[in-house]
């Protein structure tokens, strides 16, 4: 199977790429998903997993998240040719506070507009134009709303809150953890999410959205991170309890899982501690 990932040089893409030894999709070399004639060359392709995205949260970056994440998403999949097979990175703040009236986030939480940013709220028009061309052009389309998918830091990349805290506590450099590190969030390792889609391109499903994430299993603290990774390594964090940082929203977060595992057949196989052992 010809893969091609959006965003493949980047955080979580070059992982992703080497797992499915796709080829690279970004403007690292030479491509954007606003360039017509770049989009087209999603038709020369079996699957596209969609990750490329503008991820700044301000008011101020509306305009270019909307461009990107949504009109982006509909270059790409509108170029695709019948049964073939897009993956979109969506997550799982499209549900904003909604999800704070759950133990486990499933997919019928509401994503009505209760103050999300402008990356959630583009990350779900382009949700809506992946359901569109995907009906319209029979693309075999599914869209995973992320929880905190975490990998290796690699070069020119910025990372995300798990990996970060891991190279924090090895450096030791001062921490500040909003509301005291009590926050909960199901962790994922990125390998695992390949293999959600990889799961997704065996299946013969042709549409399905999901929760993705470390489930309940998965699920500790912001802290129990910390925490962890200081056991690990025997360094003590440098917590600065003092700080404050703002909490996130939603307080909690936890993937419900079933729905992906009844009809992908996946589960989470990495850990929370295996998969920091991981990242050291």
Not at 47 to 52: D, E, F, G, M, Q
Not at 82 to 97: M, R
């Amino acid at each position: 199977m010809k893969v091609l990932v959006t965003g493949g040089s980047g955080y979580l893409g070059i992982h992703v790429r080497r797992f499915f030894d796709a080829d690279d999709f970004s403007r690292r070399v030479g491509l954007d998903i606003l360039d017509p004639y770049d989009a087209s060359r999603a038709a020369e392709y079996d699957a596209v997993i969609h990750l490329a995205a503008h991820l700044d949260k301000s008011r101020e970056a509306a305009p270019e998240c909307f461009r990107t994440n949504a009109e982006g998403t509909a270059n790409l999949i509108a170029n695709m040719r019948e049964g073939a097979i897009f993956i979109y990175a969506s997550t799982k703040d499209v549900y904003g506070s909604h999800a704070d009236g759950y133990l486990e986030v499933p997919e019928h939480c509401s994503t009505d507009y209760c103050g999300q940013s402008p990356l959630e709220w583009s990350k779900l028009i382009g949700e809506r134009y992946v359901e569109y061309y995907a009906a319209a052009r029979g693309v075999r389309a599914c869209i995973f709303r992320l929880s905190a998918v975490y990998a290796r830091p690699s070069e020119g990349n910025e990372s995300n809150f798990v990996t970060h805290y891991v190279e924090a506590v090895k450096r030791g450099w001062p921490l500040s953890l909003p509301a005291g590190g009590q926050p909960m969030r199901d962790i994922l390792h990125v390998e695992d999410f390949a293999r959600a889609c990889r799961a997704f391109m065996d299946s013969g499903r042709a549409r399905g959205t999901y929760n993705l994430g470390g489930g309940r299993e998965g699920a500790t603290s912001l802290r129990g991170i910390v925490e962890t990774v200081g056991r690990l390594i025997q360094l003590e964090p440098v917590i600065e309890e003092t700080a404050s940082a703002p909490a996130p929203v939603p307080f909690n977060y936890v993937s419900d899982l079933s729905l992906v595992r009844d009809e992908l057949g996946w589960r989470p196989l990495i850990g929370v501690e295996d998969g920091l052992k991981s990242l050291l």
